[in-house]
T-cell receptor, first 110, second 114 residues
């Protein structure tokens, strides 16, 4: 079983739609959780950290469920510019080495 | 914008050549990483460093080597390139000790070995 698993998609949605991605992780001792965004042939960039209480940044909401070992990302009112791959990242152990999921591809169409 | 730079951006080279991919950051970060990514696939950690004179192998076995003589510089070397090394190589840095540490990535080097 992979340490971090994501549905690769692609998720193909119209503008204005609400879309949700899930990510599961295998290490129950994982400590930190993030969503990164990666555009085609570009480097990943941090979208948001994920906190135990859940957190929101504009149209983006991230949640963590430690009991079930998954995190989620909700995007409301999708824009064309949201089209990208969304990477789930988990850090574990005292060294805080980040492990990346394969990413979920989102395509927002007019 | 992140102050982390990778050169070259693209490299096409023949089998058997020795290559060095450069990575430099001006943020004073102690922790640095090298990831390898194939199209549509996840990033795989191949090397990381906690600071000067520290180097560790990552999860993915790699024939490459790294060095960390200066805080700002973390080059990756392939002694004899092979077609199986064709991939994108991404360098990153972060501030250690912060559980919510953010990774800053360079723009990557796309390596093609013929």
């Amino acid at each position: 079983r992979k340490e971090v698993e994501q549905d690769p998609g692609p998720f193909n949605v119209p503008e204005g739609a609400t879309v949700a991605f899930n990510c599961t992780y295998s290490n129950s001792a994982s400590q930190s959780f993030f969503w990164y965004r990666q555009d085609c042939r570009k480097e990943p960039k941090l979208l948001m950290s994920v906190y135990s209480s859940g957190n929101e940044d504009g149209r983006f909401t991230a949640q963590l469920n430690r009991a079930s070992q998954y995190i989620s990302l909700l995007i409301r009112d999708s824009k064309l510019s949201d089209s990208a791959t969304y990477l789930c990242v988990v850090t574990s152990g005292g060294s805080y080495i980040p492990t990346f999921g394969r990413g979920t591809s989102l395509i927002v169409h007019p | 914008e992140a102050d982390i730079y990778q050169t070259p951006r693209y490299l096409v080279i023949g089998t058997g050549k020795k290559i060095t991919l450069e990575c430099s950051q001006t943020m004073g970060h102690d922790k640095m990483y090298w990831y390898q990514q194939d199209p549509g696939m996840e990033l795989h950690l191949i090397h990381y460093s906690y600071g000067v004179n520290s180097t560790e192998k990552g999860d993915l076995s790699s024939e490459s080597t790294v060095s960390r003589i200066r805080t700002e510089h973390f080059p990756l070397t392939l002694e004899s390139a092979r077609p199986s090394h064709t991939s994108q190589y991404l360098c990153a840095s972060s501030v250690p000790g912060d559980p919510n540490e953010k990774l800053f990535f360079g723009s990557g080097t796309q390596l093609s070995v013929l």
